[in-house]
């Protein structure tokens, strides 16, 4: 049983509240658009994640999305093994998938999300989950920015920040902030867009012009149609060790199939989705594989 476990004192926003079952959700069934290719501007500033929120959803049963959450799922066990009933703070948890897996493997996670829609997706999948699941995740609405007000410093073994960096037009700040959150010997799990591989996309569409534009600039389109920033590995090194959170593990996520349409699904030959996993494991952590993957899952430790 879970006695013994409390959640981090929290002042900051109350416990989220299931909203209604039922109806559409708000931004589903636009928005979802592709828009690589088109003319347009090309962004030179990363926006906010707000307006994507139905497209992603939509979108978590695709091939896609699978092979991002497989392949975090098994890079993060991987980096927690040996280390049990870890206090995990999971900042834009969004959908839960991350979140529910810890806190199915016994980590005690809250998860944070500015997104009521988000939230309630995941609030929906934790009501399926059995009651000692139900007890060990915590869903909890408000901004990321906001933590180091609500947590005090070392509150957290692990923290994860997960496609959220790309929607802030500086990481450094959020960075910092977590990485105060972090015990002694903490984890810090950053999943961010490779700025080193930003061209690949756009070119692999025959955009040549965002392509070209990917050359030069840290700022893109996503496939959710909203402006975002990417990463290099080597920035977020420097900001790691500023932070005392040095870098302990980088992998790639998704390198086969970033390409794959939007509504691919997963193969549902069992034989074969076992070796595309296998595959795209692989090349995330072999180099030069993993060094033009679509996403960066970058670990520090404390
Ligand atoms: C692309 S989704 C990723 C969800 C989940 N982390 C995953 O990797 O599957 C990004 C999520 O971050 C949330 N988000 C973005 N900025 C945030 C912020 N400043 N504070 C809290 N949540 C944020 C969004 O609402 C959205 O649910």
């Known amino acids: 049983m879970d006695s013994g476990w409390a959640p981090p004192h929290w002042e900051g926003p109350g416990l989220y509240a299931v909203p209604g079952q039922g109806g559409t959700l708000p931004g589903q069934g636009d928005g979802g658009h592709d828009r690589i290719g088109q003319e347009r501007r090309l962004p030179s500033r990363s926006g906010s994640f707000a307006g994507g929120t139905g497209a992603w959803l939509e979108r978590l049963g695709g091939l896609r999305n699978f092979v991002r959450q497989e392949l975090v799922a098994r890079q993060l066990a991987e980096q927690l093994a040996g280390r049990h009933a870890q206090r995990v703070l999971d900042i834009g948890c969004g959908q839960g998938t991350q979140a529910l897996r810890l806190a199915r493997a016994g980590h005690y996670v809250t998860g944070i999300d500015s997104d009521p829609v988000a939230l309630g997706v995941a609030q929906g999948a934790l009501a399926e989950e059995p009651p000692e699941v139900r007890g060990r995740l915590q869903l909890l609405s408000g901004d990321g920015h906001q933590c180091g007000r609500w947590f005090g410093p070392r509150s957290f073994d692990v923290v994860l920040c997960h496609g959220v960096l790309m929607y802030l037009p500086d990481p450094d ?43 030069e600039s840290d700022r893109y389109y996503n496939r959710l149609g909203l402006a975002a920033r990417a990463d290099r590995l080597a920035d977020l090194t420097v900001t790691l060790s500023e932070v005392s959170v040095p870098l302990r593990h980088w992998y790639g996520v998704r390198v086969f199939t970033d390409n794959a349409p939007d509504d691919a699904a997963p193969p549902v030959d069992g034989r074969q989705l076992a070796q595309l996993l296998e595959a795209e494991d692989r090349a995330a952590r072999t180099d030069p594989y993993r060094q033009v993957a679509a996403l960066l899952h970058v670990v520090g430790a404390k």
């Open 173 to 215: 700040p959020m960075i910092a902030s977590l990485a105060r959150l972090l015990a002694p010997g903490g984890l810090l799990s950053l999943l961010v867009r490779n700025r080193d591989a930003l061209a690949l996309r756009p070119a692999a569409a025959g955009d040549w012009r965002a392509a070209l534009h990917a050359f």
